[in-house]
């Protein structure tokens, strides 16, 4: 049971450049996140889905889309990279109990 | 969801009791309050939630106040890997619905030797 996974782990980005962070889940959770995390600071919601073919914004939702196909799945896609984008993004699921599993994160830096 | 206010930085000698405290007076009814710790810059790890009643795991024991105005996590023998961010969290119970979780910036905790 690998939980969440996230890939990849780290990347560098120039500014205007587009990449997708992935998200996998494998224990059939209907519910997921995805969060960003600067430095010193709580996390912040981007986008979230209540399941496949469902999501909604979040707090901080500007510069980002998601898409939600599969249960498993649910990619955060960055276009047009910016500096204030760098930050550690973590996605996290919640099935029928009431806690959260979160991934190891994916470091971005936008240069 | 009801705001927390949680002390900025904590210290704990290891292997003494460590107690978060966690203040939540706008707490509503249904909400419930919740536990999460981040290990250097790990994804938040779940600890504990409850209601109304104390409660306890393997990993520590949650006091909520009567008024359920506040509530403590307690981690009963600290060790050096409890160092970490501890996050309260106070949001409705219902599976049904989404449940985000809005984060603040937690109660750094160090356990020193």
């Keep these: 049971n690998a939980g969440v996974t996230q890939t990849p782990k780290f990347r560098i980005l120039k500014i205007g450049q587009s ?5 996998t889940q494998d224990m059939n959770h209907n519910y997921m996140y995805w969060y960003r995390q ?15 073919g469902i999501t909604d914004k979040g707090e901080v939702p500007n510069g980002y889309n998601v898409s939600r196909s599969t249960t498993e799945d649910f990619p955060l896609r960055l276009e047009l990279a910016a500096p204030s984008q760098t930050s550690v993004y973590f996605c996290a699921s919640r099935g029928r109990n009431y806690g959260y599993t979160f991934g190891s994160g994916t470091r971005l830096t936008v240069v | 969801d009801a705001k ?3 002390p900025t930085s904590m210290d704990c000698a290891e292997g003494r009791a460590a107690n978060l405290p966690c203040n939540h007076s ?45 509530s403590t996590l307690i981690l009963p ?37």
């Excluded at chain 2, 309050?33 to 600890?47: A, D, L």
């Excluded at chain 2, 050096?80 to 603040?104: E, H, M, Q, W």
Aim: hydrophobic share 30%.
């Design chain 2, 26 to 70: 706008t707490i509503s009814g249904n909400e419930y309050v919740y536990w999460y710790r981040q290990i250097h810059s790990q994804g938040p790890q779940y600890i504990i939630h409850g209601l109304k009643n104390n409660e306890t795991n393997e990993m520590a024991s949650l006091i909520i106040t009567e008024d359920r105005k506040s």
């Design chain 1, 19 to 23: 990449m997708t962070l992935q998200c």
């Design chain 1, 38 to 52: 600067d430095p010193g600071m709580g996390l912040k919601l981007i986008y979230y889905s209540v399941g496949a």
């Design chain 2, 4 to 6: 927390t206010t949680q």
């Design chain 2, 77 to 113: 023998h600290a060790t050096l890997r409890d160092t970490a961010v501890y996050y309260c969290i106070v949001r409705p119970g219902n599976t049904g619905t989404a449940s985000k979780l809005t984060f603040g910036t937690g109660t750094r905790l160090q356990v020193t030797l």
